[in-house]
């Protein structure tokens, strides 16, 4: 869950009809240099070409822009481990980071956590970090490694398979399990294909200008782009909304799923969540807890297929631990642990922080800000500093055993009070189902074609070239 969705998205002023806040920055001619072109044109480059966007602006800028997206609305991103520890170290209270969460409302809703700031998004991220960490963890390694082999057995021989198709049905599958305790059901089975549908359709990189582009959220009828997104999540709603009355009426407090802890929880009143705030808590661990996970999951099997030395040496680790190795020995396994962090190093699911808007005044490296200013860390350029990364578009997991990096040099999953509460899920999921998949098939490359990042939604993900070959059993 380098869930983060975690600490992934940017801030976009949605239009009147759907955004409950506006931001409108009180001192744009103050803020650091940027690109000068038309704010709708950096919009389109932002969402078409991120990282062309990103790195043509560093070339010019150096490492702190300011990119214009709108009349009103412009970010500024930084990428040097400085600039960062000073704006993820500082207290919580200097910013507010629900509200630059606008874009994910479709999505999650009013009630999540993404979009809550002060003592209510304290209060809920404190309540859901328990089935995250501890001895929890230990608990789903039987689930993942069920889950990856049922859907390995359905790759044939010779035939070659989507790689992120099958990395979003493990991390589905899991993520229903963690969340509501199903694995199998009428409801199980409806939920999994609608949440798959309603992230499909804002997902491709067409899809994703939906997102970002308030004028394009218009419901002209169920044939409409939009229409249909907005049919197929009332649809989903209506599922979970049905999972909660009939849960909370039969209330089973012996459960360990996510939705039972909190259906039992209570606030300092007394009182117990609304539906509302439970359904948006549960599509955002949805999404946080799936969407992420499967495209981390997905660029780290291109990575060790496609570089033979790479999987030559997971394989010799993992045949270092014995035959049935205990799955706390497969997550501490080195090279395995530097294979999941180059991947999330070099194309991070997240090309940002959450962004951070300035309450009163707030200074970073010289530059001092004032009230409603867009502050983002930038992940995606900070992992590529030739200074910290030498050759940074290669991969190489080697670079994480020869050094330590910082919380600040190699942050892909955040950090601060928005850092991802599903960090050790994401990794332990990672690592326990890459293993099985290794150590069990010879899989190839059909062909030897590079395959590039796109946008996904909100995210950065391998674009639906990326197939896989079974070629033997091990």
């Keep these: 869950m ?3 969705v975690g600490d992934a998205f940017m801030f976009w002023e949605l239009n009147a009809n759907n955004n409950p806040l506006q931001v ?5 001619m103050k803020l650091p240099a940027g690109p000068t072109t038309n704010p709708k044109l950096q919009m389109f480059q932002w969402v078409s070409s991120p990282l062309k966007y990103m790195e043509t602006n ?12 709108g009349e009103k609305f412009s970010l500024v991103l930084f990428s040097d481990p400085q600039a960062i520890r000073e704006i993820l170290s500082a207290d919580a209270r200097t910013f507010d980071s629900g509200r630059a969460n606008g874009i994910l ?3 999650v809703g009013s009630e999540s956590m993404l979009l809550l700031d002060g003592d209510r998004h304290k209060q809920q991220r404190k309540l859901m970090m328990p089935p995250f960490h501890g001895d929890r963890m230990q608990t789903y390694a039987t689930t993942i490694e069920k889950i990856t082999q049922e859907v390995m057995d359905s790759w044939q021989v010779g035939k070659p398979f989507s790689v992120r198709a099958a990395t979003q049905n493990i991390t589905m599958k899991m993520i229903l399990n963690v969340v509501f305790g199903l694995s199998e059901g009428a409801r199980y089975e409806n939920v999994r294909q609608l949440m798959t549908t309603v992230l499909d359709m804002t997902g491709s990189p067409l899809g994703s200008g939906s997102l970002f582009f308030g004028g394009l959220q218009r419901d002209l009828g169920p044939w409409s782009p939009w229409g249909r997104f907005v049919r197929r999540k009332a649809q989903l709603d209506e599922l979970l909304f049905a999972e909660i009355r009939e849960r909370r009426a039969a209330l089973d407090e012996n459960r360990t799923d996510i939705l039972t802890l909190l259906l039992c929880a209570r606030d300092e009143n007394g009182e117990a969540m609304s539906d509302l705030e ?3 808590e549960l599509l955002t661990l949805l999404l946080a807890g799936h969407e992420t996970t499967a495209t981390a999951l997905a660029w780290a099997l291109y990575w060790i297929h496609k570089l033979p030395d790479v999987r030559q040496k997971l394989r010799e680790e993992l045949a270092s ?3 049935n190795p205990d799955p706390m020995a497969i997550v501490k396994a080195p090279y395995l642990n530097a294979i999941c962090q180059e991947t999330l190093r070099i194309y991070p699911v997240a090309l940002i922080t ?3 808007i300035v309450k009163s005044s707030f200074s970073v490296m010289g530059h001092h800000f004032g009230p409603d200013v867009l502050l983002a860390p930038c992940i995606y350029l900070t992992h590529h500093r030739e200074d910290l990364y030498p050759e940074p578009k290669q991969f190489k997991p080697e670079r994480f055993l020869e050094r330590q990096y910082s919380p600040y040099e190699f942050y892909a999953f955040g950090g601060g009070n928005r850092r991802c509460l599903g960090q050790a899920l994401a990794l332990y999921e990672m690592k326990l189902a890459i293993a099985k998949i290794v150590s069990r098939l010879d899989l190839v490359l059909p062909d030897d074609r590079p395959i590039k990042p796109v946008r996904r939604g909100v995210t950065l993900a391998p674009s639906g070239r990326l197939r896989l070959v079974v070629t033997a059993h091990l």
């Excluded at 409108?24 to 744009?28: L, P, W």
């Excluded at 560093?58 to 997206?69: C, E, I, M, Q």
């Design 278 to 280: 439970l359904r948006d």
């Design 321 to 323: 631990l014995g035959k």
């Design 58 to 69: 560093r070339k010019r800028f150096g490492d702190v822009f300011t990119a214009r997206f």
């Design 24 to 28: 409108t920055n009180a001192i744009v």
């Design 105 to 107: 409302l479709p999505l």
């Design 2 to 4: 380098p869930f983060n």
């Design 354 to 356: 959450f962004p951070r």
